[in-house]
C-alpha cells in the first residue's frame, strides 16, 4: 500500500512498480517535471492499482503519456485519477478527472522542500500542496477498501481521511457533501440506495456503520415519514435522511434477492450441511445458523417433517432455507448428523476448509493457510518440497512434509482441523498395516530428522515423535480432549537438519464422543458483566441505554444458568461487550440552547422571504435536536453549526430608493433620441431593474447592481449626432502644469492620493497602489482629435473598468478590499485642483467598475486576506471605457506602476492597451 504521500519532481519516473506483487497506490500528489514519464522505464514488471491520485504535469504542454510504459492494461490498472495537464488519460480509468492547465487545483505547488539529503519534520513546509478553493479535487474521490485490509484513517496533514465524500489527493479538505459510505453496507450515492441492511438492525446500529461528513445530519424514518429512535428496528421500508445547509437527499433501502450460502464452519456437499451432534451433547439448531455465512438481509429457517422449528436440537433429515431478503429466491440444505471426520475422505482438492486446512506454522509462531495448490500430487505445496494432501490425486492416504532445507524452513506444516461445535472429541489414526499409524513414505532419509506432534491451538498435547528413517512407522495413542468451537486441533511435522525423504504418510480422523459437554467458561462473562456494573445511566442517552440495559440483563441471566452451554455464554458476552461500545455519552446542549434563544427573538419581518425561509428551516431543526434525549454530541454541533450559518446568511430587504428613482429618470427618455443598438442596451437594462426593485428576495449587492447597470446602460446612450471619444496613449512621468504648484514630483501626489486612501482603507499601502493615467480624447467632424476639456466633459461622466489583471497576479475580490482615488487637475464648483476625491466603485466578476467625471490621475490601491505584491519590471493589461459617443475606438493607454523590492521603493512604466467595451 502507497498512500497519502506527495511527491516533487522525481527524475527518472514517478512509478517503479518493479516486482510489487499487487501495489496499491491511492490518494497521493504526483508533481511532475518537463519531461519525466510517469512509469519509470526498466521498473515496470510489478501489478498496481492506481486510484484517486493527482497526477500533475508541470511541463508547458500537455503531456502525451504513456500511461502503460513496458506495462499493460492487466498490469496497471487506473481509476478516479486527476490529470492534470495531459493530452490523454489511462484507457481503463473509466472515471478521470481531466483538469486544463491553468486550472487552481493546489495552493502553491511545486515549492515542497528540495534541499538534498535534508530531513523536514513539519509537515507545513508542504502546505502549498493543500487543495485550492474551489479545486476540482475536492469531493471528486471515491471511497477506497485498502487491497491489504489497512484501514483509511489520517491524510498526509493529519486530517480525518475516512469521509463520505472523500478528495482527490492526499489532502482531505472535510468540505462536507450530502453522500453516505460504509464499510458495511453498499452504497449508491448516484441513485441514493443502500444494500445490505440486516434483519433485526436497530437505527443505533444503521448509523454505526454509517459514514458521514463532519456536519451532516442524518436520520432514519419509517414508511409513514416519522423520525425513529436509536432503539427501533430499521425494515425494508424505511428511508435514510441526509441534510445539510438547507438541502436534503433520501435513501432507500434495496432489498437483496441473495439467497445463497457464502460460507459455513460446518462440512458442506452440495446440497448437504454435516453437522457433529451426540446424544448427550446436541447441536442447537441456533448453532447451526450461527455457523452458515448468508446475506446480511437473508433469513435461515429449519424445518422437521415439514414442520416449522425455531427452537431446540436439531435432527438428521431436517431442512434449512435461506430466503432472500426481497423474498425473489431460496436455497434449501438437508442436515446430517455426522459425527466422524475422515481427513482422506472429507479432502476437497484445492479448496482451505470447511473443516480441514493445510497451513504452516510461521517463526513468529502464527498459522498460516497454504496458497498454492499442486493437482497433479493432490495437495498443498509450501516451500523446499513441503506439501500437505493425499499421497497421489486420488490418494489413499495422507501425506505431509515440512520444508526439507533449513534454510527455507519456518516452524512446521500441518493438516489442521477446525472444530465446528464445542465438545469431547478423540483424534485417532487410520492404521497401516505392520506400519502403524504414520511411517515415512519413502527409506533412507538422511541429513536430518521427521517429527510429528499434534497440538490444540498451539500447544502440544504430547512429545513430538521421531518418524524412523527405515520405514518402520510409529503407532500414536489416541487423544481425547474437550475442545470448543473454533479450536484448531493439528497434526504438525517438524524437520532438523535437511532431512532428503522426510514426507510422511499419516491419515487422522476426528470423532465426537457422547459425553456430557464440558461446563461453559464463565470468567470473560463474569469480567465484562463487573465492568458493566460500574457504569451510570445519566451518563448516556436514553436509547443506547436501553439496549445496553436488555443485553446486560440477558448476560446476569446466564451467568446464573448452570446448563448454559458455552456458545450461549458466548453470544451473552459478545451482546453485552457490543451495547456497551455502542453506548452514547449524553451531549452538551448548553450552547444550542443559547443560540436557538437568540434565533427566536429575531423578526420575520426584518428580512427576505428566501433567507428567512433557510432560517425558519434551520431552527426548526435545532429545536428538535434540543429536544432529543437521543441526540449525539455530533448532531448537536452539526445543528448549532446549521442555525449559526442560517443567521449570519440573513439578508435584510435592500434598500431600493436610488433604483426607483433611476428607472423613474430612465423611462422619461425617448427612443427616438438615441440609436438603435444603444437603446437596446438601454432598454434590457430597464428591463432587468423593473424586474429587481419587484423582488423581494434580492440582497442590497444585487440591487446595487442592477442599479449600476442601468446608469451604465443611461451613460452608454449614444445620440445620432454625437461626437466620437477615444482614450490617448500616454504616461504619466511629469506633474501636470496645473499641478505644479502643489507637487513637486510624482511621488508626492502619489502620497497625496495614498493618504486619502487610508482614510478608507487603513491598510492601503505605496506598494499595493497603481496610478493610472488615462485622458478622454474627442474627434470632431472633420477628423481632428483633441482632448475633452473639464468644461466639455460628458454630463453623465464615464464608465471605466480596470481588471484585476492589471493590478497583479492573484488579486481579485476574494482576496481583497479596494479604493478609487482620484486628483482633480482643474478646479470645480465644489474643488480645488489637486484635491482628492474617493470614487465609489462596484467590484465585478473581473475587475473595478467606476463612473467617473475627469479623468487622469487615477489611482487603484488594495489590501486584504493575502494581497500578492506588485513584481517590478513592465506588465500589459487592458482597461475598459464605456464613452457616450458612437462606435468609438480605444486607443492604448499608458499607466504608472508603484513597485517593491527588498530594498527599493522605486516606480516603472506600465505599458498597457485598451479595448472597446461593447
Not at 463520505?164 to 441514493?192: C, F, M, Q, R, W
Not at 416449522?308 to 429466491?329: H, L
Not at 486576506?865 to 517590478?872: L, Y
Not at 487592458?878 to 506602476?897: E, R
Request: negative net charge.
Amino acid at each position: 500500500t502507497f498512500r497519502y504521500n506527495i511527491s516533487q519532481n522525481d527524475l527518472g519516473g514517478v512509478i517503479n512498480p518493479a516486482g510489487n506483487p499487487d501495489a496499491h497506490v491511492y490518494n497521493n500528489v504526483f508533481y511532475v517535471k518537463e519531461g519525466v514519464p510517469f512509469i519509470r522505464s526498466g521498473m515496470s514488471g510489478g501489478s498496481m492499482v492506481v486510484e484517486n491520485n493527482i497526477i500533475y504535469y508541470s511541463g508547458e504542454q500537455p503531456k502525451q503519456e504513456d500511461w502503460y510504459l513496458q506495462t499493460s492494461q492487466d498490469k496497471v490498472k487506473y481509476d478516479n485519477n486527476l490529470y492534470y495537464n495531459y493530452a490523454n488519460t489511462p484507457a481503463n480509468d473509466a472515471n478521470p478527472v481531466v483538469v486544463q492547465k491553468g486550472t487552481p487545483v493546489f495552493v502553491d505547488p511545486g515549492k515542497a522542500p528540495s534541499t538534498p539529503n535534508s530531513v523536514v519534520n513539519d509537515r507545513t513546509a508542504f502546505n502549498g500542496y493543500q487543495l485550492a478553493e474551489n479545486s476540482p479535487a475536492i469531493n471528486a474521490g471515491k471511497v477506497i477498501t485498502d487491497a491489504n485490509g489497512y484501514a483509511v484513517e489520517k491524510d498526509f496533514f493529519g486530517n480525518n481521511a475516512n469521509v463520505a465524500s472523500p478528495d482527490v489527493g492526499a489532502h482531505e479538505t472535510n468540505t462536507p457533501a450530502l453522500g453516505l459510505s460504509s464499510n458495511v453496507y453498499t452504497i449508491d450515492n448516484d441513485a441514493k440506495a443502500i444494500l445490505g441492511l440486516a434483519s433485526g438492525t436497530t437505527v443505533q446500529a444503521l448509523l454505526q456503520d454509517l459514514i458521514y461528513d463532519e456536519g451532516i445530519q442524518v436520520s432514519v424514518h419509517n414508511a409513514q415519514g416519522n423520525a425513529l429512535g436509536a432503539a427501533d428496528v430499521v425494515l425494508g421500508d424505511c428511508t435514510v435522511v441526509v441534510s445539510y445547509n438547507g438541502k436534503t437527499a433520501t435513501y432507500t433501502f434495496v432489498l437483496s434477492s441473495d439467497a445463497t450460502l457464502h460460507g459455513s464452519i460446518f462440512e458442506v456437499k452440495e446440497k448437504e450441511i454435516f453437522v457433529p451432534s451426540v446424544e448427550k451433547n446436541p447441536t442447537s439448531i441456533k448453532a447451526v445458523a450461527a455457523g452458515m455465512e448468508v446475506d446480511r438481509g437473508a433469513s435461515i429457517t429449519f424445518e422437521n417433517n415439514g414442520q416449522p422449528v425455531e427452537s431446540g436440537s436439531i435432527a438428521d433429515g431436517m431442512t434449512v432455507t435461506i430466503t432472500a431478503q426481497d423474498q425473489s429466491a431460496k436455497e434449501q440444505y438437508t442436515i446430517r448428523v455426522k459425527n466422524e471426520y475422515h481427513y482422506v475422505n472429507d479432502f476437497v482438492p484445492n479448496q482451505q476448509g470447511n473443516l480441514w486446512f493445510a497451513q504452516e506454522k510461521t517463526n513468529a509462531g502464527t498459522y498460516v493457510n497454504l496458497t498454492e495448490y499442486n493437482d497433479g500430487y493432490g495437495c498443498w505445496t509450501g516451500s523446499s518440497w513441503a506439501s500437505v494432501g493425499l499421497n497421489t490425486k486420488d490418494g489413499e492416504f495422507g501425506l505431509l512434509c515440512d520444508s526439507v532445507e533449513q534454510g527455507q524452513r519456518q516452524g512446521g506444516h500441518s493438516m489442521a482441523y477446525r472444530v465446528p461445535v464445542t465438545g469431547t472429541v478423540t483424534l485417532t489414526f487410520e492404521d497401516f498395516e505392520g506400519k502403524g499409524n504414520v511411517y515415512l513414505r519413502q527409506p533412507g532419509n538422511t541429513g536430518g530428522q521427521a517429527y510429528l506432534q499434534i497440538t490444540l491451538n498451539g500447544e502440544p498435547l504430547m512429545d513430538k515423535i521421531n518418524i524412523p528413517d527405515d520405514q518402520s512407522g510409529v503407532e500414536l495413542q489416541d487423544q481425547t480432549v474437550k475442545v470448543s468451537k473454533g479450536d484448531y486441533l493439528r497434526v504438525e511435522a517438524i524437520n532438523e537438519g535437511n532431512p532428503t525423504k522426510a514426507s510422511m504418510c499419516v491419515t487422522p480422523i476426528v470423532r465426537y464422543e457422547n459425553v456430557e459437554p464440558p461446563e461453559a467458561d464463565k470468567s470473560v462473562l463474569s469480567q465484562q458483566v463487573d465492568l458493566a456494573l460500574t457504569l451510570q445511566q445519566a451518563d448516556y442517552t436514553a436509547d443506547s441505554w436501553a439496549v445496553f440495559a436488555g443485553a446486560l440483563q440477558q448476560a446476569q441471566a446466564v451467568l446464573a444458568d448452570t446448563a448454559a452451554t458455552q456458545e450461549t455464554v458466548d453470544a451473552a458476552c459478545e451482546a453485552l461487550v457490543q451495547a456497551m461500545a455502542a453506548l452514547v455519552k449524553s451531549a452538551d446542549k448548553t450552547a444550542l440552547g443559547q443560540l436557538i434563544e437568540q434565533a427566536k427573538k429575531l423578526s420575520q419581518a426584518d428580512y427576505t422571504a428566501s433567507t428567512w425561509a433557510l432560517f425558519a428551516q434551520a431552527l426548526q431543526n435545532a429545536q428538535t435536536v434540543l429536544a432529543d434525549g437521543n441526540a449525539t454530541q455530533a448532531q448537536i454541533n452539526s445543528a448549532y453549526t446549521e442555525l449559526e450559518r442560517a443567521m449570519t446568511q440573513l439578508a435584510k430587504p435592500a434598500d431600493k430608493t436610488a433604483l426607483n428613482q433611476l428607472i423613474e429618470q430612465a423611462k422619461a427618455l425617448k427612443e427616438a433620441d438615441y440609436t438603435a443598438d444603444s437603446w437596446k442596451v438601454f432598454t434590457d437594462a430597464l428591463q432587468a431593474a423593473v424586474s429587481a426593485a419587484a423582488d423581494a428576495n434580492l440582497s442590497q449587492t444585487q440591487v446595487d447592481a442592477a442599479y449600476h447597470a442601468l446608469n451604465q446602460a443611461m451613460a452608454s446612450l449614444v445620440k445620432p449626432d454625437a461626437p466620437t471619444y477615444s482614450v490617448q496613449k500616454g504616461t504619466l512621468n511629469a506633474v501636470p502644469e496645473s499641478l505644479k504648484a502643489m507637487y513637486g514630483s510624482v511621488e508626492d501626489m502619489i502620497a497625496k492620493m495614498l493618504s486619502q486612501a487610508q482614510t478608507v482603507l487603513s491598510t492601503a499601502s505605496k506598494e499595493a497602489s497603481k496610478l493610472f493615467d488615462v485622458n478622454l480624447m474627442v474627434k470632431d467632424a472633420n477628423g481632428q482629435i483633441s482632448e475633452v476639456l473639464p468644461e466639455n466633459f460628458p454630463a453623465l461622466g464615464v464608465v471605466v473598468e480596470i481588471p484585476f489583471s492589471d493590478l497583479g497576479e492573484g488579486i481579485n475580490s476574494t482576496n481583497c478590499n479596494f479604493v478609487v482615488t482620484h486628483m482633480l487637475e482643474h478646479d470645480t464648483q465644489t474643488a480645488k485642483a489637486g484635491d482628492v476625491e474617493i470614487i465609489a466603485a462596484e467590484t465585478t466578476a473581473t475587475g473595478l467598475r467606476f463612473v467617473a467625471h475627469s479623468l487622469s490621475p487615477i489611482m487603484v490601491s488594495w489590501a486584504g486576506k493575502t494581497p500578492a505584491p506588485v513584481t517590478g519590471g513592465t506588465s500589459s493589461g487592458t482597461a475598459v471605457i464605456v464613452q457616450t459617443g458612437d462606435s468609438a475606438q480605444l486607443a492604448a493607454w499608458g499607466a504608472l506602476a508603484l513597485c517593491s523590492a527588498a530594498a527599493i521603493t522605486v516606480t516603472h512604466l506600465y505599458a498597457g492597451k485598451a479595448k472597446r467595451k461593447k
